[in-house]
């Protein structure tokens, strides 16, 4: 682990270095951190573990970039260094009175601004490559809601929601709408941020490279659970995706005996002024399609595992699990929430 | 009643403050020394009021899953450290620094406009007051410092309203400051000090002031805008009523990207004093220092847009904003590389001043180099609103900024009070903070790059963000408790009070040519300027015959009294009625009354400003 290695080496400096000394070093010592790249499998970490092909680009830019600004970083903080050890006060130094010299300042400024240019032409050509549309992409529809990401998938007429799943090696075009405040969609290790701005249909294309668990969240502020709007994308291999798709286009199986009460609340009750279940009477989509909660891992914007004891727990107070949760508190009864468990559980 | 000889009736609304001392000679005083000085304390105090939203904020981030603060108070912590260090901090302590010194290094006996500065300060005061006010009132502003629509118009509570009207009082106290500081430069320099003899901190001033006054009206029309989609159901923002969510975006990074200039350029004003002093040398590449601080000035207006690369510009406004972004780091290079050209061949001295001069120096440089990176897009896409951001603006504006200013309070402490404060403790001052904010800020970039989003209540386990979250933490308090160094080292100064003398560093420019403190009207004699650092050549030899003093009152060598603007209670009333409307505003539709406590407000400032404008400048003797 990245995070144990750092604390060993860290502990490992005399603390009694001189202050200069143990800051150059220290902040060399993070450089070599940002290359070193260790064993951490950060889940965000776009730094270290690029797997689309979004993410990849941008690092080829940033690898050049740090290494330049590393350089200079060194020169001119290492002059500062000299300068202050050379021409510390001594008794009998006479500081020089000179003004300038228009020529080094000259080539001062023209140096910097070369470089600059370096570093602009293969950005701004990979502005353009990630901005242009990739031919047979898998299109998605993202709606941004305060706190969790609807997913339409325009090619196979379902929804579901928080988790997105797509095939590897197959570009994804998404088309970002916003329904409240603006959001911002975000899988590190797949693709850089593109806002989701109310009134704007934003798009995103971006391809996975590698089969995986990506994780990602909401990255522009938009309220009290900004924290708590997190989102995971699947992407897997183009027949396990086939079978992931084919399995989403089901309507909900009829339910089985046990939980045929459950069922009946959650369509007599509140439940159904917000959420849809295909294959069933509810088919609002305010809230997220719930046709198949039980076919993901998590719930409440990719925040809470979903199990039943978080279920339960959700059901009985949203908003005090999920602070500006939308969902109000209905006041449940424990037989209740036991019944709407066991129903929305088995919507596998 | 208009006497015979037909001059304008000497008998204002109220009879003339006459106190000199004691709290009412605070409170009526136009002198721009007094009022910087409240400047500063005021400042130094909001620093201490962010500075602990801050602790609060590390505290809740220390660890993963942190339940110090809830999600509201997150909210709320994080906006109110935004607006203070911003607009409560940074920007009065620079605005303080040049009050007290833009008169005496251009050797002037007052500001302008001495009445107006005095509203100035007295605006800043109320409109933080008011600003603050809002955590006993319902809740604070909890959309963010960049206040962002249509989320700001559709929070709850009041907040939001209070940051749209709070800003907008402050930003009153701006423009009156920064129209005041450019009259003042160009109009009130000593004989002989044209533009190319001004110190580097006065140039920097004045590019500042300048920012000022253009950029206050931008964010003053989004956040009228503001106010009115929040309080009366307007809808500028609302994109379901044909409103545009960009607008606000574009408004305010309009206003917001010169913002960071307006904060930065004072202390690389002060920076550019300091490092020639304590060098014995004069500054390297006068000209390429001040034509870098213009160009920044004005480049500064056009990159805005790169704070929304990810909102959907499109590949043609991004690469051009790109370009613009990159371009602004020459000008910022060129003023790095003087500096260290200027300590090149010195003969150093390290005190204090000094050591945060060169602090400031040291981490403005990451600052810069991340800022590039910014301009990257495909990679900013992934900085953008992570920890590296609040690492890069950290080490710019806190590293920068901050370290500029405090060089700048150790350097010229011994000017204001006439005693130094001690040198010992100063220095333990400037390691710990140095420390503090690498260890703080330094690991916001790893953290950054390893995904951490900003502005996020709370983040879960396993993300490989704890340690780094944790060490940052520690870093935050090392900040906190050299600031308690900084304390105990006035007191104990204080209570010694070793006198400076009229020059204790030795220095190059007029402030140090007065005595510790300046007398009320600063020079006895108006001084004849020939060189720039003329105090330096006085000292230490001038190719130009010596210097020719003007006697106070005329150029004749005919001795007179010196005439001071008077104290005036006017500029303090007139700032009152300002936050009463705005309480109006706020309230309007919970008090049936709101529009008497509006129109009360406004009156109660239009009757000052009668008062002020009635009574002369200076009082009859």
């Not at chain 1, 007429?157 to 916003?178: M, S, Y």
């Not at chain 2, 620094?97 to 006996?109: H, S």
């Not at chain 2, 006054?213 to 609302?238: C, G, K, T, Y």
Request: negative net charge; glycine residues 10%.
């Amino acid at each position: 682990m990245r995070t144990y290695i750092f604390r060993l080496e860290f502990m490992r400096r005399p603390s009694n270095t001189r202050s200069r000394r143990f800051y150059v070093g220290a902040t060399l010592f993070a450089l070599v951190l940002l290359f070193a790249g260790c064993a951490n499998n950060g889940p965000q970490d776009f730094l270290n573990y690029q797997a689309g092909s979004n993410a990849e680009k941008a690092d080829n830019l940033w690898d050049v970039t740090i290494l330049i600004a590393a350089v200079i970083f060194v020169v001119v903080e290492g002059l500062l260094v000299f300068a202050l050890v050379r021409f510390r006060h001594k008794p009998g130094r006479e500081a020089a009175q000179f003004h300038g010299n228009t020529k080094l300042e000259i080539v001062l400024t023209l140096v910097p601004a070369l470089i600059l240019i370096g570093l602009l032409i293969p950005s701004i050509k990979t502005i353009f490559d990630i901005a242009h549309k990739p031919e047979g992409a898998l299109e998605i529809t993202v709606t941004a809601r305060q706190f969790w990401w609807q997913y339409d998938y325009d090619d196979f007429d379902f929804a579901t929601a928080n988790e997105l799943h797509i095939p590897v090696g197959q570009p994804v075009h998404l088309t970002l709408k916003g329904a409240d405040v603006i959001h911002s969609y975000w899988i590190p290790r797949l693709s850089g941020t593109q806002d989701v701005v109310p009134g704007h249909n934003n798009e995103l294309n971006f391809t996975a490279l590698e089969p995986g668990r990506y994780m990602g969240q909401c990255k522009e502020f938009c309220g009290l659970s900004h924290a708590n709007m997190r989102l995971i994308v699947f992407a897997h291999p183009p027949a396990e995706f086939q079978t992931w798709v084919s399995e989403q286009q089901k309507p909900a199986a009829p339910p089985s005996a046990d939980v045929a009460e459950g069922q009946k609340l959650f369509l007599e009750g509140a439940c159904i002024n917000c959420h849809a279940i295909q294959g069933t009477d509810a088919a609002a989509t305010t809230a997220p399609d719930l046709t198949h909660l039980a076919s993901r891992e998590t719930f409440g914007g990719a925040t809470f595992e979903l199990n039943e004891a978080n279920l339960a727990e959700w059901l009985a107070d949203p908003p005090a699990m999920k602070p500006g949760s939308l969902m109000p508190d209905y006041g449940l009864s424990q037989d209740e929430i036991t019944k709407l468990v066991d129903y929305l559980m088995s919507l596998d | 009643m208009a006497t015979a000889t037909g001059s304008l009736p000497r008998r204002g609304l109220l009879a003339r403050p006459t106190a000199k001392t004691g709290v009412w000679g605070w409170m009526t005083t136009v002198d721009h020394k007094k009022i910087g000085i409240m400047y500063c304390a005021t400042a130094l105090f909001f620093f201490g009021v962010g500075g602990l939203e801050a602790l609060a904020i590390r505290l809740q981030l220390a660890q993963p899953n942190g339940e110090v603060l809830t999600a509201s108070q997150y909210n709320q912590f994080f906006t109110m450290h935004g607006l203070t260090m911003i607009f409560l901090v940074v920007m009065p302590l620079g605005v303080g620094l040049m009050n007290y010194f833009i008169p005496l290094m251009i050797g002037a006996r007052d500001v302008a406009f001495p009445r107006l500065n005095a509203f100035s300060y007295w605006v800043f005061l109320v409109g933080g007051l008011f600003l603050y006010s809002s955590f006993f009132l319902g809740g604070a502003p909890d959309g963010g410092w960049f206040g962002y629509a249509p989320l700001s118009t559709s929070l709850p509570g009041h907040g939001m309203t209070f940051y749209s009207l709070g800003l907008q009082i402050l930003g009153v106290a701006s423009l009156a400051g920064a129209v005041n500081f450019i009259i003042t430069i160009i109009n009130m320099r000593a004989p002989g000090m044209t533009f190319f003899k001004l110190p580097v901190f006065i140039w920097m001033s004045m590019v500042t002031s300048f920012l000022l006054l253009f950029a206050m009206p931008v964010i003053a029309v989004a956040l009228f805008q503001l106010m009115f989609d929040r309080a009366f159901e307007a809808n500028f923002f609302n994109p379901a009523a044909g409103g545009e969510p960009l607008l606000w975006q574009h408004l305010f990074w309009l206003f917001g990207h010169p913002e960071v200039y307006i904060m930065i350029l004072p202390a690389m004003g002060i920076v550019s004093e300091i490092l020639p002093t304590f060098a014995r040398k004069p500054i390297f590449g006068y000209a390429a220092i001040v034509f870098a601080g213009a160009a920044i000035g004005i480049m500064g207006w056009g990159v805005w847009a790169h704070h929304m690369f990810a909102v959907g510009l499109g590949p043609v406004a991004n690469s051009v904003f790109a370009a613009t972004t990159m371009f602004i780091a020459v000008p910022t290079g060129v003023k790095i590389f003087n500096w260290l050209g200027t300590l090149w061949g010195g003969d150093i001295r390290f005190k204090t001043p000094l050591l945060f001069s060169v602090g400031f120096v040291a981490l403005f440089i990451i600052g810069g180099l991340s800022g590039v990176s910014h301009a990257i897009v495909p990679h900013d896409a992934q900085q953008t609103d992570t920890y590296y951001i609040v690492a890069h603006f950290h080490y710019v504006l806190f590293g920068g900024a901050i370290f500029g200013i405090f060089g700048g309070i150790y350097y010229w402490w011994p000017k204001v009070f006439g005693w130094t404060l001690g040198e010992g403790l100063g220095k333990l001052h400037f390691w710990l903070f140095f420390i503090g904010m690498n260890l703080t800020f330094g690991l916001m970039h790893i953290v950054g790059l390893q995904g951490q989003p900003r502005r996020t209540y709370t983040y879960p386990e396993g993300m490989g963000w704890d340690f780094l979250n944790f060490i940052e933490t520690i870093g935050a308090f090392t900040i906190a408790f050299s600031m308690v160094v900084f304390l105990v080292n006035i007191v104990i100064s204080k209570a010694k009070r070793e006198a400076a003398g009229d020059d204790p560093w030795d220095a190059r420019t007029l402030e140090w040519a007065t005595s510790s403190p300046p007398p009320e009207h600063n020079f006895d004699t108006i001084p004849q300027v020939h060189e720039r650092d003329d105090f330096w050549y006085r000292k230490y030899g001038s190719p130009h015959e010596q210097p020719q003093p003007v006697i106070a009152g005329g150029a004749d060598g005919h001795e007179e009294h010196i005439h001071l603007p008077s104290p005036s209670y006017f500029p303090m009333f007139a700032s009152f009625g300002l936050p009463v409307a705005a309480y109006g505003v706020i309230f309007f539709s919970d008090w049936s009354f709101a529009p008497l406590v509006i129109g009360g407000g406004l009156l109660w400032t239009l009757l000052s400003l009668v008062g002020w404008v009635l009574e002369p400048g200076t009082a009859d003797e």
